[in-house]
Nanobody, 121 residues
Framework: QVQLVESGGGLAQAGGSLRLSCVASGNILSIDAMGWYRQAAGKQRELVATVANGGLTTYTDSVKGRFTISRDNAKNTVALQMNSLKPEDTAVYYC???????????????WGRGTQVTVSA
């Protein structure tokens, strides 16, 4: 069994910063890609940023230049530094991991439970 647990959400003012963290647990040997998605009220879940095992990153256009994703492969963690926050960044943010290998199983995908980020104008 693997598990992703997020932390670091909360309330910020427009222009402020928050840092999200996610740790994957469960005898994990490797993870191909880790990332962050978000879902605002009444909207579909959308990709925010991803980072591959080798460090290649991708970002959705709306967060480029403001958000930075990073990961620590040794600790199976991924973080999202969010700067210059805007009210439209308000959403529940979900940690995601793809192709998580343990000593007995390959998990194609896993999700955290989400952490709320609220940005006030």
């Amino acid at each position: 069994q693997v598990q992703l647990v997020e932390s670091g959400g909360g309330l910020a003012q427009a222009g402020g910063s928050l840092r999200l963290s996610c740790v994957a647990s469960g005898n994990i040997l490797s993870i191909d890609a880790m990332g962050w998605y978000r879902q605002a009220a009444g909207k579909q879940r959308e990709l925010v940023a991803t980072v591959a095992n080798g460090g290649l990153t991708t970002y959705t256009d709306s967060v480029k230049g403001r958000f930075t994703i990073s990961r620590d492969n040794a600790k199976n963690t991924v973080a999202l530094q969010m700067n210059s926050l805007k009210p439209e960044d308000t959403a529940v943010y979900y940690c995601n991991a793809k192709k998580m290998r343990t000593n007995i199983h390959l998990f194609l995908e896993a999700w955290g439970r989400g952490t709320q980020v609220t940005v006030s104008a």
